[in-house]
Structures are given as structure tokens and as C-alpha cells.
């Protein structure tokens, strides 16, 4: 595990991009996507452009997900992507980037809560985003993530209403990861026009950084919200590059992301 | 006749039942899921709300639905046999007694757009028929190879005016479909309002669709109480999601005498991996937004669920269906392709009414050899639906088993 300052290393990352003010780069990933071999290549490239990796753990029914990171669900679970595997691939690609594992609620369930607390902890995992567990859903295993080392990653919808945005907000650790606007995943030619309050919204409510997703595409959008939010995280674009182009082009894809931002 | 239906005493705490249920979803449906609980408990408890599904319920289902003795399936299976007839509703079966109630919420709600998943069909035909009659619109996904195989429910919603969209990722069956819903709803849930059709989803759907379908065995007590002037022995219903199982059971879930007994569907035989007996052969995980028993790998993937019905052809189960089953309240057995086959013909021949696939599951367990019932006891059966949108599929199956 990287040697820390506090004992998150998502504070530490985003501390340090705040000091250099600078917007944090966020991509996702499908673990086993396209095939077993290439998804680690992708992970190693996108660690190169990346402030924190967001890995998505294949689940057979992703209902947040749209078309783009279904289909890569899909294709990763044919390949024999698994909860277990998906662990040992971020330990076998040796990444210098803090990992968020991305997931849907069963997976872990079945694996064990604390066994995959403590397992993520091992190979250096950093925080836990659970697609289908929002706040107050299941206090216990939202007690035992924040117990561990791991930081648990809270989601805030557009339909989060104020009212909800403390309780949303509870015990939510290292980010606020903002969708921008109501849906699955998926690339979007367009932002939500609002976003600019809902940040402001989410800013009042927490001291925490944001990080705005779904939908982000182009190194335009990227810096649009580099306005706005603390990071950017960007999902189905870049798998879909990666499907289609493959692991060269997918890092191209992140360092025009990458360069967008740090002209901003 | 007619019966006041008085809702039975709440089983849920707190939106689960024992440790199943619950409300596993994405942030954004969670305000809306707020919403609809504070409207529904609101609704709950508001004689005028009842007044109005209890009017609709007569005008539009033609309510009470009858119950009948079946004096032929009597004598084969040795106990009085009466029957629930939910395949006598206006739409061929129970689900138009869910769709209602929902709709009615939406129209409270004061949301247009009606959004609704369908395995068999039979609960897309209910949603588009409401929705013609309320002026709604209506969206039903519907999994590919049930589009197929129930080609005359696509027919019937569109000629309703609803728009059906097959489902083509996954196992492009009713699992699917409801992912599909879900997506459509996480991305227009300011003006949709989902009608879930079983007593699945999060809380609180489960409860909410189980006290529409309560109506059935609150009638059906009362009923087979009048005929007999005892209750019965036994109840048996068909499960998939759980629906008609559930609305029957909620009437005699206090009797403690009355045996209840859930039928799922063992598809091509629970060794073979290819069925949808959840209960029989699943574990807890959560799907749709509960936790419940579900067919899963060791990895925590759900397992295709296979049956030779479309409505059963479901690998998750309603969250109250598990507590019952742990309870021990209920007991769960699976019936498998072939014997729902028999039966589907059997009832054909011996009552006069072609049941529903889905039914005739139920109506294969009564005929197996049991710990003897007496000519003096009552079986009550839960004739969920009408098999008129199996005939083609059983005629092909049955060739194809020959």
C-alpha cells in the first residue's frame, strides 16, 4: 500500500489536487473487459492519466447500467470475471492510483462484507461504492465499510432532495461522487443545464471533494465541469473507446481528458 | 354479493419481513420511493381510496370473482376441491387487481406515464388496461422470448394502446425486463410511476401489491366460510414472483389450521440447473431491489431461471414468500415442466377450464399422491388466470415432449 498522510489515501489525493488546484481525473473500468489480458493493460494505462480509479465489479443484472456498460458487463462476465477475480487483477496490476471497487450489493454479499473489507484492505483497495445500497438501506454493512479502511463512496442523484442530502450524505467518506443527471450510465452528447446548482446543492452539505459522473464524454464536458466540481469521472466513453479501439487508443482517449483538465 | 375488504394486519417492519425486503436501489429512486410510501400508508388508511378500488374492482374486474367446486378434480385428488376464480377476471387474472390499486397511487401521485415489466403478458395486459381507461400512457417491457411465446398478449397491450418494448441484454425474459423497467424509471421518475406486477421490487412494493392481491383471500375466507361453514384444509397457489400466492395466503395467514401451500416451477427438474424453484433451491441475495431468496451462482451472478411458463420463468422471489418459507408459515414445493403440462390438460378435460401455465403447477401438486385428505376436508385452490394465451405454446410443447 502507498504510504499515506491521513489514514485515507483518497484524502490525500484529493488534498493534494486542491493544492495544485487541479480537477481530479476519475475514469471507471469493467473489470475483465475487453478480455482477461487487456483489461489489465487498460488499468495500467489508465493509471497513468488517473487522480483515483474507479474498477467495476461485473454483475449479471446491472440496472443502473446503461447499453455501453451492459454490454462490457456482459462481455467481462463471459470472460470468468468475478467478484474474487476482479480483486486479484487490481493486485496483479500493481497500480499506483487509489482503486474505488465499484459494485452492485449481491456480489459482495455472497463473497462476505467483512471478508472483501478485509481483502480489498490487503491488496490496497481505498474506498467502496455500492451502486444499490443507498444511505440507510442497511445500516450494518454501511457500519462495517466505514469501520474499515476502506472509505465508503456515497452517490447523490439530481433527485436527491434537500431534505435527503444530509441523510445521503451520512458517513460518506474520500468523495461525493454527483450523478449529473437522472438515468443509467452512458455517454451523453450533452450536460444537464442544472448542474451548476446541483454541485452547489451537494457543496453546502458537505465539505467533502466532487466528483461529477455519467454522461461525460468529451475533454470539452471534462472541463465544463472541472468548473464546477473538485473531479470528473468519465465511464462508458472511455469503455466504449476501449471496446471499439482498444487499449492504445483508450489511453489516448484519458490523456486528451487529462490535458483538457489541466488547461482549465 | 359483495364484501368489504378489510386489509389484513401489516407483516412488515419497517419495509421487511424479518431480514428480507428492503430497498436496494440507486440514489435516485430513493426520493421517489420516499414518496410513494408516504402516499401509499397515506392512502392505506383512507376509507375513500378503498371506496374507489373497491368501485373499480366491481366495474372494471366485475368483482367478487366466484368460487366454484370442481366436483370431477374432487374426486381425483380425494378432498372437496373448490376453486378461486381469478381466471374469471376481466383480463384473464389476478394481476388487473394490482394494476388498479397502483394506478390509482400514479393518479393520486398525479404522474401520466405508466411504466410496467410483463413475463406471460398477463400483468402488461392488466397495466394497459387500466391505463386505457384512465387515459394514461403505458410502456411494458417485455423480454424477447416472451414476446415470442405470447405473441397474443403483445397483440392485445398494443391494441390497448400500449407500447410494447422487447428486451433483448440478458436472458431476454421477465428478469430482464424488469431491469429495463428500472432503467426507464431511474431516468423519467419525475413524471413515471413503475407498476411493478408482483410482490417484488423495494419496499413498498411487496406490501403495496400484496394488499391489492389481498383482496383474494379475504374474499375467498369468506366464501369458502359460506360454502362450507368451515375453512379449509388446505390453500395452494402458484409462485413465481408471488402474487396470487401472497393475495390468497394474506386471508388465512392468521387460521393456523389452514395449511398453505406454495407451488414453484422445477422447469426441466431441479438437478438439471434449468427451473425456477427459488424457494426449493436458491439462497438469499438481493435482486430488484430486495433481498429475498434468489437462483445464484457462488459468485453472487443470478442464474437463468427457466419454466415452461412464462410467469414463473423468474429466478428471484417475494421477500414475504421467503420469511414464510424460513418461518416454516408456508410450505414450498416445485413442480416441473412435463407435470404442468399433464395438468394443464387434465384440468381441460376433467372442469371445463383451460388454467393458466403458471396454475397448472398448482393444480399438478394437488393431483400427486399425498398424506391422505378426506372427502369432508376443503382444498382451495388459487385459479390464478386463464390458459387461453398458452394454447399454442402447450400445443407446441406437449408435440415436442410426445
Known sequence: MATTSSDSQLTDVWGALRQRRRAGLVPYLTAGFPTLAESQDALRAADEQADVLEVGVPFSDPLADGPTIQAATFRALANGMTLPGTLQLIADARLTTPVVLFTYFNPVLQYGVDRLLRDAADIGVAGLLLTDLPSGADPAVERAVQGSSLDLIRLVAPTTPPARLECALAGAEGFVYLIARLGVTGASTSLATDLEASVARVRRATTLPIAVGFGVSTPAQARAIAALADGVVIGSALVDVLGRDGVAAAGRFLSAIRAALDAG | ?402
Open chain 2, 1 to 402: 354479493m359483495s364484501l368489504p375488504h378489510v386489509l389484513p394486519p401489516e407483516t412488515a417492519i419497517g419495509g421487511r419481513f424479518g431480514p428480507y425486503g428492503g430497498r436496494y436501489v440507486p440514489e435516485t429512486l430513493v426520493a421517489a420511493l420516499d414518496d410513494l410510501i408516504e402516499l401509499y400508508d397515506a392512502a392505506r388508511s383512507d376509507p375513500a381510496f378503498w371506496t374507489e378500488y373497491h368501485d373499480l374492482l366491481r366495474d372494471v374486474v366485475g368483482r367478487p370473482s366466484c368460487l366454484s367446486e370442481a366436483p370431477r378434480l374432487s374426486d381425483r385428488v380425494g378432498a372437496r376441491v373448490l376453486l378461486k376464480r381469478e381466471d374469471l377476471n376481466h383480463t384473464g387474472a389476478h394481476k388487473i387487481n394490482n394494476a388498479i390499486g397502483q394506478a390509482l397511487l400514479a393518479r393520486r401521485m398525479g404522474k401520466r406515464r405508466i411504466i410496467a415489466e410483463t413475463g406471460a403478458g398477463q400483468h402488461g395486459v392488466a397495466t394497459a388496461t387500466i391505463c386505457a381507461r384512465f387515459g394514461l400512457e403505458c410502456v411494458v417491457y417485455m423480454g424477447e422470448e416472451d414476446v415470442a411465446r405470447q405473441a397474443l398478449n403483445v397483440y392485445r397491450m398494443q391494441l390497448l394502446g400500449a407500447t410494447v418494448v422487447p428486451v433483448t441484454s440478458g436472458t431476454r425474459t421477465l428478469k430482464d425486463a424488469t431491469n429495463e423497467a428500472l432503467r426507464d424509471w431511474v431516468t423519467n421518475v419525475p413524471t413515471t410511476h413503475y407498476i411493478i406486477g408482483s410482490v417484488v421490487g423495494p419496499d413498498p412494493f411487496p406490501r403495496m401489491v400484496r394488499d391489492f392481491q389481498s383482496v383474494i383471500g379475504v374474499e375467498a375466507r369468506a366464501q369458502v366460510l359460506e360454502r362450507t361453514g368451515a375453512l379449509p384444509a388446505t390453500v395452494v397457489a402458484c409462485v413465481g414472483g408471488g402474487s396470487n400466492a401472497i393475495g390468497m395466503f394474506a386471508g388465512f395467514l392468521q387460521d393456523d389450521a389452514v395449511a398453505l401451500v406454495g407451488v414453484e416451477a422445477a422447469g426441466e427438474g431441479i438437478a438439471t440447473g434449468h427451473h425456477s424453484a427459488t424457494l426449493s433451491a436458491g439462497r438469499p441475495g438481493v435482486l430488484h431491489g430486495s433481498m429475498s431468496y434468489l437462483l445464484q451462482d457462488a459468485d453472487g451472478q443470478i442464474r437463468p431461471a427457466h419454466s415452461v411458463s412464462a410467469g414463473l420463468d423468474y429466478p428471484g422471489v417475494g421477500p414475504e414468500h421467503s420469511w414464510l418459507h424460513d418461518a416454516g408459515r408456508v410450505t414450498y414445493h416445485a413442480v416441473d415442466d412435463r407435470e404442468a403440462l399433464d395438468a394443464f390438460q387434465l384440468m381441460a378435460r376433467l372442469e371445463g377450464i383451460i388454467p393458466a401455465l403458471e396454475t397448472a403447477h398448482a393444480i399438478a401438486w394437488m393431483t400427486r399422491p399425498h398424506p391422505p385428505w378426506t372427502r369432508e376436508q376443503t382444498v382451495l385452490l388459487c385459479l390464478s388466470g386463464r390458459g387461453d394465451k398458452d394454447v399454442a405454446h402447450v400445443a407446441a410443447a406437449v408435440g415436442k415432449l410426445a
